[in-house]
């Protein structure tokens, strides 16, 4: 059973530009969460995509957008970088949108540096 | 707004020795409380979870312990070995992973001390 990829691992970009970050999810998932962790902190929900339609967000402000694609793999997008965006970014998959569990299925992260 | 938080930053147990990893939380609509553990450079792990209506769950060495009434959730883990070094966090979701996410907490760095 293939688990959460996701990619780039590592990337730097300015403050000003734009992010792409992509994750596919693991076999029979058809949901995708994306989380931000800052270094030495715990995890911070962004959002959620269910069924290619986003049905939860965090508190993040909109330049924070996504995409789930039909085979379910996801896209975070972020425009107009700030420093603070500066964050490990995980993604997250589930076999559904309401678990009764709590069980998410992390990916390793993409690592952004924003100078 | 409500958060998840951890007692203490670090742990630091012998090898062998029972290791408890304690927890507050703030939402009282939360209804899932779930505890990950994340090696470095990696991304969470699941543990266990537990739902409002138990006060307790046993997994594999590990046990989890839920009091409402103080808002206190604790991981214990027995017999820690070298490979339980790591930062656990708790978490805690209305809908158990659902619409509203997971809210973690900072999290605990657990240290093994041979």
């Known amino acids: 059973e293939t688990g959460v990829t996701q990619s780039p691992t590592h990337l730097i970009k300015t403050r000003g530009q734009q992010v792409t970050l992509r994750c596919s999810s693991q076999s029979g998932h058809n949901t995708v969460s994306w989380y931000q962790q800052a270094l030495g902190q715990g995890p911070q929900f962004i959002f959620q995509y269910y069924r290619e339609e986003e049905n939860g967000r965090g508190n993040f402000p909109p330049r924070f957008s996504g995409l789930q694609f039909p085979n379910y793999s996801s896209e975070l997008n972020v425009n107009a970088l700030e420093l603070d965006d500066s964050a490990l970014y995980l993604c997250a998959s589930s076999p559904g949108a309401l678990l009764n569990t709590g069980e998410l299925f992390f990916g390793e992260g993409s690592r952004l540096t924003v100078l | 707004g409500e958060s998840v938080g951890l007692h203490l930053p670090t742990l630091s147990v012998q090898e062998g020795d029972n290791s408890i990893i304690n927890c507050a939380y703030s939402?009282?609509?939360?209804?899932?409380f779930i505890w990950y553990k994340q090696e470095s450079g990696k991304g969470p792990q699941f543990i266990i979870d537990i739902r409002s209506n138990m006060d307790k769950r046993q997994g594999q060495r590990v046990t989890v312990l839920l009091n409402k009434t103080v808002k206190h959730l604790s991981l214990q883990i027995a017999a820690t070995q070298p490979g339980d070094s790591a930062v656990y966090f708790c978490?805690?979701?209305?809908?158990?992973?659902?619409?509203?996410?997971?809210?973690f907490g900072k999290g605990t760095h657990l240290i093994i001390q041979p």
């Open positions: 978490a805690e979701s209305v809908t158990g992973g659902g619409a509203d996410g997971l809210t």
């Open positions: 939402n009282s609509a939360s209804d899932y």
